[in-house]
């Protein structure tokens, strides 16, 4: 799960079914299966939100949002 990652992770989207309008905002955004990834930064205390590069884009995005997506 992409929820679990760290900073200086990479890796590929593997699985995204959205079920919520922020998670479809997501895909439109570029979190699609196939897209790479890498997480560029992390909050110093709490961990959240996320600052992750994708496709060229770095995006902050909360833990929650990320539950759905699977990665490889």
């Known amino acids: 799960m992409l929820s679990h990652a760290k900073k200086g992770d ?12 922020e998670e479809v ?3 439109e ?3 699609k299966v196939g897209a790479h990834y ?3 930064e992390q ?4 961990k959240d ?7 060229g884009v770095r995006i902050a995005v ?3 949002l990320l539950n759905h997506i ?3």
């Open 10 to 21: 990479r890796g590929q989207i593997s699985k995204f079914q959205p079920k919520s309008p």
């Open 25 to 27: 905002r997501l895909v």
């Open 29 to 31: 955004l570029g979190f």
């Open 38 to 40: 890498e997480i560029v």
């Open 43 to 46: 909050a110093p205390f709490s």
């Open 49 to 55: 939100p996320l600052v992750i590069e994708i496709n």
């Open 62 to 64: 909360r833990r929650f």
């Open 70 to 72: 699977e990665v490889i």
